[in-house]
Every structure is written in structure tokens, then in C-alpha cells.
């Protein structure tokens, strides 16, 4: 044998060594030279030149290798090692029968597929700093958690509640858990259905109470709740206070939660903690007699809602009360930070009020303040929909839940309020006046006279109606069609004021090329079936494809929803355009016409006060109109007095051009005032000539009486 052949050679001859199996050299298989030396060789790579197979790893040895299953895994044999993939039998190992895992003894094992896990056993929870189902879980029972009553209160009702849950807590152990939520759930119901002290609290008191319950209900449910077993639950006590509780594994989508009159949804990544792998625990719980310390609380509106308010009714938004129209609920989940959740979750509450006009529905949760009272708030919570006895809420944060409705007025400028009503007040009076002289002063009867006739009287309409009950809100189905006859009314008269431009501007035309009985034919054909039938058809259509849009929770008036209000305001500016372009060249004409005058007086004085008139139509063809839609910027209030001014007097200016600077009806106004003068001089004369002759006969009479006493 060569004796420098080193470890791991097999001598050859005296000047030659052979690498054993398992070991190689750089120089080959056989090494000629002491300098040379074998390697081990790593079958198990990288790369490997062997395989072990599934649940199994390649161990290497000096000179060889061998197989091993991996931990949590072992032969079906019993044996430790084996060669190759063909030998393997590596089965899961339950190390919890073979008593091989480290659980901690407040935990139970688990065999899983590979290893195990140590989960807290029945009404214990994993202690501050570990997490359930870990290898290193270590638990602890579950304990009721302090629940301390409001310093300052002074109720022998509420020490006594508190005296029962001292018991509940004393007595607490966790095989009793649904149990002493049972109680807990009793003891809650029996406090707010028979109050007794309690409300002769004041209101601020009352709320420092119901937030210390709903506060301490929370905290106290949502542990607890962790020691219950894996389903739903259902808790109530005679007094109608009830909750529902639902423990899940994880791999559900999502939780439901329904409760007297209020379903809960949401997700099950809100209600999971991450990294938790334990169960999830969701909580909804019902409060009837909570209502009575929270329905006086003030309402906070967040700043969206407040300014969505103001746009909507444009004006000063002045709350008188508000109502909760569903019962106080309480949602709590074991996430630990239900104030900001990934996503938001829904509710949707049934009750029994559907709002009425100035009334509005909030989503609203109890917002705690720090001295230990609250308030109703919106913030973070939105309205997704209401309809009838529902409404859908979602919320991206938890607390106690309520469905409110605000009632409240819009206060309105009083000036301009005032002005309307004593402006639209007189231009009934004088409209009324104008349709009798109209009607009876045969001698302005003509195409003219038609037109303003019947402008009056739509006018007169409308203006009656608006004063009487633009505001009579109560009834929905009548307040539509209140709308819809505003909206018929205000567009005849409108287009009646149209056909008082088209007048005016054919007469001062015809004034030029003296074609007078052509107007009148024209007219006579044209005026009725536009001045009632176009109105009614853009009523009609708007009616049937959106009826529900006539009528607001504050007027009965068109909505704004969905554009529908041009249904009115574009007619309405269709026709100030149109009128202001007959205006402006009625104008026009008439300029030419007095520039072509000789110095004929007579011709020159109608002219003259045809300009005149055709001036003041400014104001009866509506063009005035045009100032509400000034209404912006700075210059608002001002366009608002103006057009309210304006507008309201309408019927003053109809009856002012139309009837009193009208010669032929001043002449009849003084007929007509003659005749009732001398009409009152005759019954005068006739009453006091029949006194005359009652008096002669009467001293005749006490003549005769006298003549005949003395006889006998």
C-alpha cells in the first residue's frame, strides 16, 4: 500500500491511489501524486443528483447521503432514514397523540397537515402580545370586563344595575359565558323599560347615562362574544331589548346580521383583524327604551350635509326637531379599530313614518364628546337611498346607529316675502277690475281686447293659486296637482303675453303699410289654439313622462331633480327672446314712422302714445323676466328685489296702459260713475219724498182721532 494515499483512496499499486465512492478529485478517479486529494461528493446538489421524493429532503453524509422526511413528517416504517424516492413513505405526523408538540398548557393542540397549532381552549383568549393558533399561543380565561357608572349621577335605579353587574361579574366564569350575556342582556332591557328616577334627569344627564350604557354594552359584548362557540346567536329580554351575535371562522365573504327592524352587512376583511387567524365576532343589538334618552340630543350635520341642505332650499335652513324614527342599535365587531374600516358597511333600517314635506331623512350615529355625553352626528355615514318605510345606510365606522328625521322650515327674506304678497295682492285687485272692463265695455271689443282678456284671466289664475296654496304640501297628490296647474297656468300666460308682442308688432307694421284687417284675421285664427293649446301640450308631456316631479318637499312647484324645471323655464325663455326682438322692432318702426311724419297733430299724437304703450309693454310681455335670471354674484339680492317688484305689479301695469290710459274706457268709467251717481240721487229724491207723504198721512190720522174724541 502507498502509504501517502490519503483518506478516502483505495491503494492501486506503490505509485497509484483510486478515490473510493463517494469522493472524487480534480485529477480524476486514480491520483498519481501525494499533492492530490479526494473531495466528497454532495449528491444532494445543487444540482441534485438524486431524488427523495415528496415531504422528504436529501441528506448528505462523508462519502455518501441519505433521505429524511421533513419535520411534521415521518415513515410509514418507523425507520429515520431511507435511500431514495422509491423508499418513501413519509406520512404526516399527529403530534399532538404522540405528545411531540410545545403547546403551552393554557392552550389545546392541534394536528394539522405538517405541524400543528395551539388554539385557546372554550372561554379563553389569547393573552395581550400573542395570537391565536401559533405554535407559541399562550391564553387566558376570559374575564367580565370593569364597567364603571357615571360619576355624578345620583339614581337609586341606576346604583341598582350597577349592584346586578357586580354580580354578574363575581359570579362570571367562562363555561357560563351565553349565559351571563343572557343576563346582562336582561338586566339592560328591565333598566330603560321602567327608568323610574332616571327621568327626572335632566336631558344632558340622560345622555351622559345612555352613552355610558351604550359604551360599556360595546366593550362588554364584544368581549365576552370572543368566548362564545363558532355560529350565531340570538339574546333578548322581555323588554325588547335583543341582540344577535355571529362567531365565524375564517374564508366567509361576508356577515349578515338581522335585528328586529335593521339588517347589517358587511364583509368579512371589515370585521377581521389582520394577522388574526382566529374567529371573527359581529354584533348587532337592539335598544327600544334608548330612544327616551336620545331623541331630544342635538344633531351635528357635517359640512356636506349642511351645504347640500342650503343649495336645496335656498335660504336660511332653520331646524325645529327632529324625530328618530328607528330604534337605537349598537354594531360592534372584534376588530379592535371599528373607526376606520376597510370597507364601508350597510344598514338598512324599516320604519313605519314616511317623511313628509319639510322633512328629511339622516343617517346618524352617537358621536361621544370627551366629558362624557354625545350628540347625533353624520359624519362618515351616508344615505344611499330611501323609499317609502326604508332607507339604506352605509357607515365606514361603528357606534350606535339611529334613523332620524329632521323637521325644519326655510326661513325666507320677510322684505321680499311681504313685497310678493302685497304686490301680487293688488295685481289681483287690478286684474279683476281689467277682465270686467273687458268684458263689458262693448266699446273696446275688438282683437285686442281678446288678447288681453284672456291674458288677465291667466294671469288672474295663476297669481290666485300661487297666493292660496303654493305652499299646501301636506297632501303629495294634491300638492302635484297644485304643480301642474301653476305649471299650465304661468306657461298660458306666457304665451299669451307672445301673442300680445306678435299683436303689437304686426299693428305697428301694418301701421306702415296700412293693411289694418288683416291683424285681425290673422289674430282671430291664431290666438286660442296657441294661447291654451301649446301650454297644454308641454304640460301633458311633462306630466306623463315625469309626473312625479311636480311638487317639493317645501312647494308646490316643479323639481329640480333631472332638469325638469325647464320644462317651464324653457318656454319661458324662448318667449322673453322672441318678445324682445318684436319689442325692439316695434321700436324701431315707429322711429321710422315718426321721422316720416308731416305735421298732421292728430297722426302725430297716436303715434305718440303707441310708442308709449309699446314702452310699457316692456313690462307686460314679460321681458322683466329677464331679471331673474340676474340673480348671481354680488348683485343677487339687489335682481331679486327688482324682479320681485316688478313682476308682482304685472297686473298693476295691464290694468294702468290697457284700461286707465285708455280714452274710450275712461269715457265709459265716467258713464258708468254717472249713471250710479244719478242712480243714488233718484233713490235719494224717491226716499225722501216717501218720508213726506208717511209723515202728512200720519198727522192726518191723528187729526181725525182727535175730531172724533171731541164728537163723542
Known amino acids: 500500500c502507498a502509504l501517502w494515499c490519503p483518506p478516502g483512496y483505495t491503494y492501486i499499486n506503490s505509485t497509484a491511489c483510486h478515490c473510493s465512492p463517494g469522493f472524487t478529485s480534480l485529477s480524476g478517479e486514480i491520483i498519481t501524486s501525494p499533492l492530490d486529494s479526494c473531495e466528497d461528493i454532495n449528491e444532494c446538489g445543487p ?5 427523495c421524493g415528496n415531504n422528504a429532503d436529501c ?3 462523508e462519502g455518501g447521503y441519505h433521505c429524511t422526511c421533513i419535520p411534521g413528517y415521518e415513515l410509514a416504517s418507523g425507520e429515520p432514514t431511507f435511500r431514495n424516492e422509491s423508499e418513501n413513505t413519509c406520512q404526516d405526523k399527529d403530534e399532538c397523540s404522540s405528545g411531540e408538540h410545545h403547546c403551552h398548557n393554557s392552550t389545546i393542540c392541534t394536528n394539522t397537515v405538517g405541524s ?3 388554539h385557546c381552549r372554550q372561554g379563553w383568549v389569547p393573552k395581550p402580545g400573542f395570537q391565536n393558533k401559533q405554535n407559541t399561543t399562550v391564553c387566558e380565561e376570559v374575564s367580565f370586563p370593569t364597567w364603571m357608572p357615571p360619576p355624578g349621577i345620583k339614581s337609586q ?5 350597577f349592584h346586578r353587574l357586580q354580580h354578574l361579574r363575581g359570579n362570571f366564569s367562562s363555561a357560563s359565558v351565553q349565559s351571563t350575556i343572557q343576563d346582562l342582556i336582561q338586566e339592560v332591557g328591565d333598566l330603560l323599560e321602567g327608568p ?9 344627564e340622560k345622555q351622559y347615562v345612555a352613552t355610558n350604557l351604550l359604551l360599556g354594552l360595546e366593550k362588554a359584548l364584544r368581549w365576552l362574544g370572543k368566548a362564545l362557540p363558532i355560529g350565531a346567536m340570538t339574546f333578548s329580554s322581555s323588554a325588547g331589548t335583543k341582540l344577535s351575535l355571529k362567531v365565524q371562522e375564517q374564508g366567509y365573504e361576508n356577515i349578515t346580521l338581522i335585528q328586529n327592524q335593521t339588517k347589517m352587512l358587511l364583509t368579512w376583511d371589515t370585521v377581521h383583524e389582520s394577522g388574526d387567524p382566529g374567529p371573527a365576532v359581529a354584533g348587532l343589538l337592539s335598544t327600544p327604551g334608548m330612544g327616551k334618552f336620545l331623541a331630544k340630543a342635538p344633531l351635528v350635520l357635517d359640512t356636506v350635509e349642511q351645504a347640500a341642505l342650503n343649495e336645496t332650499h335656498k335660504g336660511v335652513l332653520q331646524e ?13 365587531i372584534s376588530n379592535k379599530d371599528p373607526q376606520n374600516l376597510r370597507h364601508p358597511v350597510t344598514f338598512i333600517f324599516q320604519h313605519s313614518v314616511i317623511p313628509g314635506p319639510r322633512e328629511k331623512v339622516f343617517c346618524v350615529f352617537w358621536e361621544h364628546g370627551q366629558n362624557g355625553s354625545g350628540h347625533w352626528a353624520t359624519s362618515g355615514c351616508r344615505m344611499v337611498g330611501t323609499k317609502d318605510n326604508s332607507t339604506i345606510c352605509q357607515c365606514t365606522h361603528l357606534s350606535s346607529f339611529a334613523i332620524l328625521m329632521a323637521h325644519y322650515e326655510v326661513q325666507k327674506d320677510s322684505a321680499l316675502t311681504v313685497i310678493s304678497y302685497v304686490g301680487l295682492s293688488l295685481s289681483l285687485l287690478c286684474l279683476l277690475l281689467a277682465v270686467l272692463t273687458f268684458l263689458f265695455c262693448k266699446a273696446i271689443h275688438n282683437t285686442s281686447t281678446s288678447l288681453h282678456l284672456q291674458l288677465s284671466i291667466c294671469l288672474f289664475l295663476a297669481h290666485l293659486l300661487f297666493l292660496t296654496a303654493i305652499d299646501r304640501t301636506e297632501i303629495k297628490v294634491l300638492c302635484s296637482i297644485i304643480a301642474g296647474a301653476l305649471h299650465y297656468l304661468y306657461l298660458a300666460s306666457f ?3 307672445l301673442l300680445e308682442g306678435l299683436h303689437l308688432f304686426l299693428t305697428a307694421r301694418n301701421l306702415i303699410v296700412v293693411n289694418y284687417s288683416s291683424v285681425n284675421k290673422f289674430m282671430k285664427k291664431l290666438m286660442f289654439p296657441v294661447g291654451y293649446g301649446v301650454p297644454a301640450v308641454i304640460v301633458t308631456i311633462s306630466a306623463a313622462s315625469q309626473p312625479y316631479l311636480y311638487g317639493t318637499p317645501t312647494s308646490c312647484w316643479l323639481n329640480s331633480k333631472k332638469g325638469f324645471k325647464w320644462s317651464f323655464l324653457g318656454p319661458v325663455c324662448s318667449i322673453f327672446l322672441v318678445n324682445l326682438v318684436f319689442f325692439l322692432v316695434t321700436l324701431w318702426m315707429l322711429k321710422s314712422k315718426l321721422s316720416s311724419l308731416n305735421s298732421d297733430v292728430s297722426t302725430l299724437q297716436n303715434t305718440r302714445m303707441l310708442t308709449f304703450k309699446a314702452t310699457a309693454q316692456l313690462f307686460i310681455l314679460g321681458c322683466t323676466w329677464c331679471l331673474g335670471i340676474l340673480q348671481v354674484g354680488p348683485a343677487a339680492h339687489v335682481m331679486a328685489y327688482l324682479f320681485t317688484i316688478i313682476n308682482s305689479l304685472q297686473g298693476v301695469f295691464i290694468f294702468l296702459v290697457y284700461c286707465l290710459l285708455n280714452q274710450q274706457v275712461r269715457k265709459q268709467y265716467g258713464e258708468w260713475f254717472k249713471g250710479i251717481y244719478i242712480t243714488k240721487s233718484r233713490s235719494e229724491k224717491y226716499t225722501l219724498s216717501s218720508k213726506t207723504e208717511s209723515d202728512a198721512c200720519k198727522y192726518s190720522a191723528v187729526r181725525s182721532h182727535i175730531a172724533d174724541t171731541e164728537c163723542n
Not at 196 to 204: A, R
Not at 321 to 326: F, G, I, N
Request: net charge negative; charged share 10%.
Open 157 to 161: 335605579r341606576l346604583s341598582c344595575f
Open 196 to 204: 323610574q328616577d332616571l327621568e327626572n334627569l335632566s336631558q344632558s
Open 320 to 332: 325645529i326637531y327632529h324625530d328618530l324614527l328607528s330604534e337605537v342599535i349598537s354594531a360592534f
Open 495 to 497: 304665451t299669451w303675453m
Open 47 to 51: 444540482p441534485a443528483t438524486v431524488s
Open 59 to 61: 441528506q448528505n453524509t
Open 116 to 118: 400543528y397549532v395551539c
